[in-house]
């Protein structure tokens, strides 16, 4: 394995080594270069990498639009696949976020993003935070 740091923290001024997320963009630049060089990934499908950077972006996006901003955010390589950890200042959990994945009818509020979450991730959880906010858990596989 390349001797990269792959650590990952929300804001404009990470330590030494460290990337920062501050948006989507940075968030799949950061999971990219985690998968391209991370050989526990186990040489992942092209197109299950489109679904992991589909999710990263989704995630980061609702932590900034609906969160009240990007708290913290880290990508893990496991067995199989990534695990992303995303931080928000929201004690709101989105009603979509226990949904079964269903792609939702024209006439109802709400928009593709939770139910992509649900169906390109092995795994959602989400944990409240001490003192406020929340961090939604995501298992996406790349087999």
Not at 40 to 48: E, H, I, L, V, Y
Request: glycine share 14%.
């Amino acid at each position: 394995m390349n001797p990269v740091n792959h650590r990952a923290q929300a804001g404009p001024s990470p330590g030494a080594g460290v990337v920062a997320v501050t948006s989507a963009a940075t968030a799949r630049d950061h999971v990219r270069a985690l998968v391209r060089e991370d050989g526990r990934t186990g040489g992942p499908n092209p197109d299950a990498v489109v679904d992991l950077l589909l999710v990263v972006s989704e995630l980061v996006t609702n932590a900034i639009r609906h969160g009240g901003g990007l708290a913290g955010f880290d990508a893990t390589p496991a067995d199989g696949g990534i695990r992303i950890a995303v931080r928000d200042n929201s004690d709101v959990v989105p009603a979509e976020a226990q949904g079964t994945g269903e792609i939702p009818h024209t006439n109802r509020t709400g928009g593709y993003g939770w139910p992509l979450i649900i169906r390109l991730s092995a795994a959602v959880t989400v944990e409240p935070c001490p003192g406020g906010g929340k961090t939604i858990h995501v298992f996406v596989p790349l087999t």
